[in-house]
């Protein structure tokens, strides 16, 4: 998880990806109140882009979550 952090290491991110389960991942998203943000593919998953699957978020829930880290 460090390096998915501070090095935005997208192998990290897939392996938390892999052991968490996307879906929960948008479930706690939901639950702290991201309600516009949805992770649908893994880190450089380039063939789901091509179909039309991206991860998605709004600049209103990146700020919501910047005031609530601060």
């Not at 939901?30 to 309600?35: A, C, P, V």
Request: glycine share 6%; net charge negative; proline share 0%.
């Amino acid at each position: 998880m460090t390096l998915m952090i501070i090095v935005s290491d997208n192998t990290a991110t897939n392996l938390i990806i892999e052991l968490l389960g996307i879906e929960k991942i948008n479930q706690l998203f939901k639950d702290l109140g991201f309600n516009n943000t949805s992770l649908n593919r893994k880190m450089m998953d380039f063939e789901a882009l091509k179909n039309g699957i991206d991860n998605t978020t709004t600049a209103r829930d990146m700020v919501y979550g910047i005031k609530a880290l601060a």
